[in-house]
C-alpha cells in the first residue's frame, strides 16, 4: 500500500461526507450544469448549492468552465469513477441491504440468516 497523508484522506473524505454534496455528485453523473441547474434537481437555495460546489471544487472532484454567462460543472471522472467501483465492491461484499456494514467475520453468519428466512411471492 501507498504512503498516505492522514490530513490528505481526513479532507478527501470530509469533503465527500455531506449529503448535498453527495446528490451534487449524483446530478452532475449524467452531463454537466450551472449552479442554478443543480439546486432547481435538488430544490435547494442556489446560496447552498454554490458553497457546496466550491468545497467539491477545491478538493478537485469537480470541475469548472466558465462559458462567459456561467460557470458549468462536471465530475472529475479521473477520481470518481474509481472511487465508484471501489465503492460499490465494499458495499456489495459488505453491506447487504445498504443498512449496515458487516465485518468479514460476522458476514458467513449473516448471509445463512438471510437465506434462511422464508420469501412470500403474492400473485395479483
Given at each position: ?32 450544469k450551472t449552479?442554478?441547474?443543480?439546486a432547481n ?84
Amino acid at each position: 500500500m501507498e504512503e498516505f497523508s492522514n490530513e490528505a484522506y481526513y479532507r478527501f473524505f470530509f469533503t465527500l461526507a455531506n449529503r448535498t454534496r453527495l446528490a451534487i455528485i449524483d446530478v452532475l453523473k449524467e452531463n454537466s450544469k450551472t449552479a442554478y441547474e443543480i439546486a432547481n434537481v435538488l430544490k435547494q437555495e442556489p446560496v447552498v448549492i454554490s458553497q457546496n460546489l466550491e468545497v467539491l471544487e477545491k478538493c478537485i472532484l469537480i470541475r469548472s468552465e466558465d462559458t462567459g454567462k456561467q460557470k458549468r460543472y462536471t465530475l472529475n471522472k479521473e477520481v470518481l469513477e474509481p472511487l465508484s467501483e471501489i465503492l460499490s465492491f465494499h458495499t456489495s461484499k459488505h453491506c447487504p441491504g445498504l443498512k449496515e456494514c458487516i465485518p468479514e467475520e460476522k458476514l458467513k453468519e449473516y448471509m445463512k440468516q438471510e437465506a434462511a428466512k422464508k420469501t412470500y411471492i403474492e400473485h395479483g
